[in-house]
């Protein structure tokens, strides 16, 4: 009776060391299936603005002066959908940073006509520099590069309505578009790349960097990295630039910084 006892409570502990056993074996394999999921939860996404295209767009070309900061101006604002810098206007071909030949710094902005129009790319061209002043040099020029009649009729008609409210003679030379030369890596989204994390989340996404400053997400972030737009718009649009809790975390808390006296 005794040893039948003893058998029973053995052959217990027996079956519960292997349950248990089993029980933790699947505890572990929950777990290693949460790091996979946690892994693909964190795996770089297309950005959600970026995934949105316009049917159609239309091209803006402009030169006026140092490049970095018109890219993060115009990036800024709705509407733009990719906006990379470059040299234009001038004979050479594939001129570089260090031997510009005759060309300008030059911003493209390819654009969705229907949430911006050409006259208001203009009205941003006009404030965001002095086109009455004589340029440094033809690197810094000031330039409207139309593509069509249309845009050259805008160009002409709204530099006439500057002159007319400012009282004084614009410089800007209106001339056809021929060439744009993308300019250098380094030279892309350049207040972006002053903040090494931020842009490092890109790079993971957009591994080629023709991908990376075509994107509008990219755009829009070198936009407020570089002081431009408001702060309520980056609260907003903050989740659709594709980045990691901690990369949002950091731009809003710099956009509190550069961007709260425009709010
Ligand atoms: N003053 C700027 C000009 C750069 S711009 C791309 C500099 O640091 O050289 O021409």
């Not at 206007?89 to 031997?99: D, E, K, L, R, V």
């Not at 578009?177 to 207040?191: G, N, P, R, W």
């Amino acid at each position: 009776m005794l040893n039948k006892t003893i058998g029973i409570i053995v052959l217990v502990i027996i079956l519960a060391t292997v349950v248990a056993g089993i029980s933790v074996g699947c505890n572990k394999k929950s777990n290693l299936n949460k790091g996979e999921n946690n892994m693909t939860a964190t795996a770089p996404k297309i950005p959600p603005i970026d995934t949105i295209m316009p049917v159609k767009t239309e091209t803006a070309t402009f030169a006026l002066g140092c490049f970095w900061g018109p890219d993060s101006q115009f990036g800024s604002i709705e509407g733009v959908i990719r906006i990379r810098v470059g040299y234009s206007g001038g004979s050479t071909n594939n001129p570089t940073y260090y031997n510009l030949g005759d060309h300008s710094e030059t911003i493209q902005i390819d654009y969705d006509p229907t949430r911006i129009s050409y006259e208001e790319l203009l009205e941003v061209f006009w404030d965001s520099h002095n086109p009455t002043t004589q340029p440094w040099s033809r690197q810094y020029m000031s330039i409207i590069f139309y593509h069509n009649e249309d845009q050259r009729n805008v160009a002409s008609a709204s530099m006439q309505r500057k002159e007319a409210s400012l009282g004084q003679k614009i410089l800007t030379e209106v001339i056809p578009f021929s060439e744009f030369y993308l300019a250098e890596d380094y030279h892309q989204k350049y207040y972006l790349q002053q903040y090494p994390d931020l842009f490092n989340e890109y790079t993971a996404i957009y591994p080629e960097i023709g991908q990376l400053i075509s994107s509008t997400a990219v755009a829009r972030v070198n936009g407020y990295l570089g002081s431009f737009g408001k702060l309520e718009s980056l609260e907003n649009q903050v989740n659709s630039f594709g980045l990691s809790l901690t990369g949002k975390e950091k731009l809003l808390q710099i956009g509190r910084r550069l961007l709260s006296n425009t709010n």
